[in-house]
């Protein structure tokens, strides 16, 4: 790990060679951008405003925004040469900041003080279903193992548009939401609040590089046009979903809410951590064929805590599973001229992996609600209860050095009358 003159405990999901961006307020100051550097928040614009980034050439100061768009925009040339910038200025040996004690006050903030928001202004949203072994697994429960997956599963990523204008930050509560299900198949359905409202631990990744419609991007050139990553919860409630998905997907059981963690990790923080994805039997298509490694060992974890309770590990995943990459599931967007917005957020679907403690929602876990999950307060889960709140923590970690995203942490809400 290399040495910064801030401490950074040797853990820190957040060392110099993370330095993930995100948007952050504080009593005093108004919403901005900034970076995390172990239990500190860098404020970019009160640094920019400093003088000392002078030298890149930034013309105006983007990071006195509500959104990271803004600053995005700039391209990856810029983001790169401020997250080399931010390496040099704070490292031990350099004493352009630290050795000037009242701009120091100023640019460092203790975490502690910060509230963190939605990084990104979320355009337009897609959710993919690109992990082999939870899309078994839900068509294993619904439709048997003869038929598990769809025929067309294993020759293109699917996916469909979601809802951005509900995506949440970590911290932000959820309301349970209403609708109709139909828990008795020879009845006609009911109206009310969702009963298996469920999680769903994915990842998504942030559109950096817009395109102009009819345009396609290419699965060698789509890293060019990925930002970085954020870990993404996709709340379900799983009954209304059920009754609603036929025959055009899904609608009220998802369009409620979806939670982000607040710190966008760079593809360049992540590049070390690139590892080989699975065998694709069947030969994909040529425009989904790609070369290299595209998929990253990122370590994922899932925990429930009941109100007044303890927390408790309920899935241990990896990003690693995915059988469809971030490449192929950009590729795929685009082949048909859908044009890409900065901002533009794009979810794995549920990464699970293949034995049961690496299931990514509690529908797996749970199996269907017959295999209920004991809680450190006695009670048992199938589905989420009201006041549960769900942590999602996601990190990378090789060589002593882990590059960490925090969490996204949400409660659920009774239903609102």
């Keep these: 790990m290399t040495e910064s003159w801030l401490p950074v405990e040797k853990n820190s999901n957040f060392p110099l060679e993370n330095l993930p961006f995100g948007i952050f307020k504080t009593a005093t100051l108004t919403p901005r951008a900034g970076v995390a550097l172990g239990n500190y928040v860098i404020d970019l614009s009160a640094l920019y405003s400093s003088g000392l980034m002078n030298e890149l050439g930034i013309r105006e100061n983007v990071f006195n925004k509500m959104y990271l768009n803004d600053f995005i925009g700039l391209g990856k ?27 120091v006050k100023h640019i460092v903030i203790p975490a502690e003080e910060v509230q963190m928001l939605m990084p990104v202004y979320v ?9 082999e072994e939870h899309a078994t697994n839900v068509g294993i429960m ?38 109709q299900t139909r828990p008795d198949d020879a009845q006609p359905p009911v109206f009310g609040p969702s009963k298996q409202m469920d999680f769903e631990l994915e990842m998504a990744f942030i ?45 009220l059981g998802k369009n409620f809410g979806s939670s982000v963690s607040p710190w966008v990790v760079t593809m360049d923080a992540l590049a070390p951590f690139k590892t080989e994805g699975p065998v694709q039997n069947p030969e994909v298509l040529p425009y989904l064929q790609y070369t290299g ?25 990896n990003h690693k599973y995915l059988y469809w990459n971030m490449a192929q599931q950009l590729a795929h967007h685009t082949i048909n001229g859908c044009n890409l917005n900065i901002g533009d957020m794009m979810a794995s679907g549920t990464i699970s ?27 048992k889960r199938t589905f989420i209860q009201d006041y549960d709140t769900v942590i999602m923590k996601a990190w990378c970690e090789k060589e002593g050095i882990r590059i960490g995203f925090g969490e996204v942490k949400t409660q659920i809400l009774p239903v609102k009358a």
């Design 77 to 103: 040339p810029v983001w790169q040469s401020v997250r080399t910038f931010l390496q040099t200025i704070f490292h031990k040996n350099n004493p352009s900041l630290q050795d000037n004690p009242n701009l």
């Design 123 to 131: 355009r337009d949203y897609t959710d993919f279903y690109s992990s």
């Design 142 to 179: 619904f439709r048997g193992k003869e038929n598990a997956l769809m025929p067309n599963w294993k020759h293109l990523p699917v996916g469909y548009h979601g809802r951005a204008s509900s995506i949440v930050v970590s911290g932000e509560p959820l309301h349970r939401p209403k609708g």
């Design 207 to 251: 559109i950096g590089k817009g395109t102009q419609l009819g345009d396609s991007v290419s699965t060698e050139a789509a890293e060019d046009h990925i930002f970085g990553m954020v870990v993404f919860n996709d709340w379900s409630a799983r009954d209304l979903q059920k009754w609603e998905y036929v025959p055009l997907g899904p609608f």
């Design 293 to 317: 490694k595209k998929n990253y060992d990122i370590h994922l974890e899932v925990q429930i805590q009941p109100a007044g309770s303890d927390a408790v590990t309920v899935s241990r995943s």
């Design 353 to 379: 992996g293949p034995t049961e403690d690496s299931f990514g929602s509690m529908l797996e876990i749970a199996w269907k609600g017959t295999k209920p999950v004991d809680m450190a307060d006695g009670s």
